[in-house]
């Protein structure tokens, strides 16, 4: 089984670069599953009803995000009533949205993901640990096919998390902070991992953002709106072949392709 989790979607260059990369590759690789990163689909900032109904229509079947899903409180709705969007497991349950779900193919095939954040160096919430120790549980009751998003600021926190969910878990793939790493592997226990997919959109920018705006806000330290980039479009992520019947992951490889600038196509967020 080959599953693709697609890096942090950033603003309409992402949502474009989705759209033009995947379906091919969905063909090329004979891929059965994909996860995408969208808490920063809309304008780089939070979520709409309408961006992700768009992102579901080229092929993704599950939505994940983080802290930025909160962004846009038209979304609160929709994550009641959408079950494949999810916010992160860990924030408190009165919140709108779940953490975690089955997915079945058309096969009969069930795929957990669970969508954890981190909390060092960002907003501190319920332990990601523990969490996850809570939502593995419900979704082993289900299936041994299990896909983590884990949304963290801190290379330590992610590894750690990885280490000791290792075995436990089909993938741990790390988001939010747009850099794709280079420290893909196996674990021992049969559980792929990276720290960070990195990111689907414009790379000439500071992760998505346009270079002067990022600048400027470190000169002055005072607020400044940012804007989309969209020069140099990547289309990022990892796909990972599993055993279905075991759960364990066998190999992880690096997605990252370079997409022609189409600016036209590119107006607005």
């Avoid at 590759?25 to 995408?36: G, M």
């Avoid at 994940?64 to 408190?92: C, F, M, Q, V």
């Avoid at 193919?105 to 120790?133: H, S, W, Y």
């Avoid at 809570?134 to 990885?162: F, M, P, R, W, Y």
């Amino acid at each position: 089984m080959k599953i693709l989790v697609i890096a942090d979607l950033i603003g309409k260059p992402g949502r474009w670069a989705i759209s033009q990369a995947l379906p091919d590759l969905k063909k090329e690789k004979q891929i059965d599953f994909v996860v995408a990163n969208v808490e920063n689909a809309a304008g780089g900032f939070g979520l709409t009803k309408e961006i992700a109904s768009k992102v579901y229509s080229y092929g993704v079947n599950v939505l994940t995000s983080g802290n930025h899903i909160w962004d846009r409180k038209d979304i609160y709705e929709y994550l009641n009533k959408n079950e494949n969007l999810l916010r992160p497991a860990n924030y408190p349950p009165q919140n709108p949205g779940k953490g975690s779900v089955i997915y079945q193919l058309k096969d009969g095939t069930k795929i957990g993901v669970l969508n954890i954040q981190g909390r060092v160096f960002i907003k501190e919430i319920d332990c990601p640990f523990r969490v996850a120790d809570q939502e593995i549980e419900k979704l082993n009751q289900e299936t041994n096919i299990i896909i983590v998003d884990l949304h963290a600021e801190a290379t330590s926190e992610k590894i750690a998390l990885g280490w000791y969910l290792d075995g436990r878990v089909s993938a741990v793939i790390g988001t939010h902070t747009h850099v794709q790493t280079v420290d893909e592997t196996i674990l021992p226990g049969g559980t792929a991992y990276i720290t960070d997919t990195g990111m689907t959109g414009a790379h000439n920018s500071v992760i998505g953002i346009k270079k002067e705006d990022a600048i400027t806000r470190f000169l002055t330290q005072i607020p400044k709106r940012f804007r989309i980039a969209k020069e140099d479009i990547k289309f990022c992520g990892v796909l990972i072949d599993i055993d279905p019947e075991t759960g364990k992951a066998t190999n992880i490889e690096r997605i990252r392709i370079d997409l022609p600038p189409q600016k036209d196509e590119l107006e607005g967020d």
